[in-house]
């Protein structure tokens, strides 16, 4: 199954009125057996609003609330430094950033997904401008990336048992989901299934995280 990520619109919202520090705060996943999303992705600031369109998972291994990120970081790379270099004929997925091979100060990132040109495109370096490069579609978003990231949360199922979800939900925990900040959704693609003593691990990108930001 192919994940999607989004990151909740009111996040910025939540960071400038400062109800979020990622190093210091108990940051966890809680997964969902059902989401209708809708509008949410937009209109939710906490988690109670997540909830009252969703349904937490219940499951083998599994703790109401779900679990809490371990070993998190927050790095910020100028653009010029980001290591991913966009290459020739070369699959890419929504999500992904790149610098130029030639680096011009701004980094860019997939809007559409599939397989590279054969030579680089000409890019744009207007912020929100974007190219296509064969089937990839690149939108310039900064001069900078702070990655945020974390290890990759896992549930182990018991012998015999079974743990399902469609979504998680990433999410500030304060003890009382009407005050908990929403983060980023992961939507799993369908539902995602471990059993009799698997693992059901949410595995966050190796470059770009749990989710990026982009400075202007």
């Not at 998972?57 to 070993?71: D, E, K």
């Not at 699959?91 to 860019?108: E, H, L, Q």
């Not at 979504?167 to 304060?174: I, L, R």
């Not at 369908?190 to 693992?199: F, I, L, P, R």
Request: proline share 2%.
């Amino acid at each position: 199954m192919a994940v999607t990520v989004y990151t909740y619109g009111k996040l910025q919202q939540s960071l400038l009125e400062g109800r979020i520090n990622f190093a210091t705060d108990t940051i966890k996943v809680m997964l969902l057996s059902a989401y209708t999303v809708g509008t949410t992705l937009d209109t939710a600031q906490f988690l109670s609003a997540v909830l009252a369109a969703g349904t937490e998972a219940s499951g083998s291994g599994y703790t109401a609330g779900g679990a809490t990120l371990a070993s998190k970081t927050v790095t910020y790379t100028a653009a010029g430094s980001w290591s991913t270099q966009r290459a020739n004929s070369t699959a890419y997925t929504v999500g992904d950033v790149v610098r130029p091979a030639s680096t011009n100060g701004y980094v860019y990132q997939a809007v559409v997904g599939g397989t590279s040109g054969g030579s680089a495109p000409t890019w744009p370096t207007v912020i929100g401008t974007t190219v296509t490069d064969g089937g990839v579609t690149w939108v310039c978003q900064g001069t900078g990336v702070l990655v945020v990231d974390a290890a990759d949360p896992s549930w182990t199922t018991s012998s015999g048992g079974t743990l399902a979800a469609s979504h998680a939900v990433f999410y500030k925990d304060t003890g009382t989901t009407s005050t908990s900040p929403v983060i980023a959704l992961w939507d799993l693609g369908g539902t995602a299934t471990a059993t009799n003593g698997g693992a059901f691990t949410m595995t966050l990108d190796s470059g770009e995280g749990l989710l990026t930001l982009f400075t202007n």
